[in-house]
């Protein structure tokens, strides 16, 4: 790819992500009602979206090859206890991370 | 006087936006450095993840974008790629329709800045009284975009110094989305939004595997929540 071709791939990348979060605002300017079917899936979307983004977190892994998705079983669950003990959004994350790859790097 | 009183009132923003921002901080710039160091490898100098961080501004699609400059020359594919990947925005944004509403000259960059993460402080965090609103989730959005750009851009330099085993590192972007899901489901009574946000998924996982499953998985949500709408219509706290 030339310079100019790689600019242009990464424009169209910048254009679509800006779309998909300008969309939403253009389609419903402040003046204009927003729907109340728009409103609730404003509500009830959130949860869903999250759960979502936690099963596409884990899409590349596979519970029949490899390392059977242990190390990631285990580090979700040390990710879960510790934040149903402290609450600490930071140590939560920190401590599953450092554990997974602890597991990756020394034990799978 | 008026301009004294307005520059405290943007220091006490920040001073609240701030901390919210500390476990993003941690996790951008783990997350960061790696797709610097990534982009290194890939042979494009530090130039690429600093310009790409900055006007991307969405972690994953980032990385799938080295992808893409790596392979021919296809910018629809790219463009489709990244309206694929960017789709869950659009369900941000109608959540965040009437609380980024009446922030002035903030609310382009607001907007533009909406990664997952700032959604999902903005969406959560209880502005404190007396706090202005719009400038809140500025510094919110500011912080994030620089921490991150932070990260790239000292990835993609030390990418060549500095040889770490950063294998599994991730999986932080994982634990992030995970702790988020907890938050979320305690600010529930009702879970069935939650669950069919994990179920649904899985089940398009399976059927259309690692490539395919986002576009009918968000289908699949966006229909299911749409029949129950009845039922779930005064289970979320809001």
Known sequence: MTLWQQLTTIGAVVAGTALTRFLPFLCFPAKRRVPDYVRYLGRVLPAAVFGLLVVYCFREVSLFEGSHAIPELIAVLVVVLLHRWKRQMLLSIAGGTLCYMALVQLVF | ?238
Not at chain 2, 34 to 48: D, K, Q, V
Not at chain 2, 92 to 113: P, V
């Open chain 2, 1 to 238: 006087m008026r301009g004294r009183e307005t520059d405290s009132a943007v220091r006490r923003a920040f001073c609240a936006a701030a901390p919210h921002t500390a476990p993003i901080f941690a996790g951008f710039w783990f997350l960061g450095l790696t797709y610097g160091i990534y982009m290194n490898a890939a042979g494009f100098s530090f130039w690429y993840p600093l310009g790409m961080s900055l006007a991307i501004f969405a972690g994953s699609m980032e990385f799938v974008t080295v992808g893409l400059l790596l392979g021919a020359f296809h910018p629809l594919q790219a463009f489709a790629m990244a309206l694929v990947m960017g789709a869950r925005h659009i369900f941000y944004g109608l959540s965040m329709l009437e609380r980024y509403s009446g922030t002035g000259w903030k609310k382009g960059y607001l907007i533009f800045g909406m990664c997952d993460e700032s959604f999902s402080i903005n969406y959560t965090a209880e502005i404190p009284p007396g706090v202005d609103r719009g400038w809140f989730f500025f510094f919110v959005t500011l912080l994030n975009h620089f921490y991150w750009v932070f990260g790239a851009t000292l990835g993609g330099l030390l990418g060549q110094v500095i040889r770490l085993d950063t294998e599994g590192i991730s999986f932080v972007m994982t634990a992030m989305f995970v702790v988020i899901f907890l938050e979320q489901w305690k600010k529930e009574r009702e879970h069935m939004g939650a669950l069919l946000g994990v179920l649904l998924p899985l089940c398009c996982l399976l059927l259309f595997g690692a490539e395919r499953f986002l576009l009918p998985a968000m289908g699949a949500i966006l229909l299911a929540l749409t029949l129950l709408r009845g039922r779930l219509s005064k289970g979320v706290r809001t």
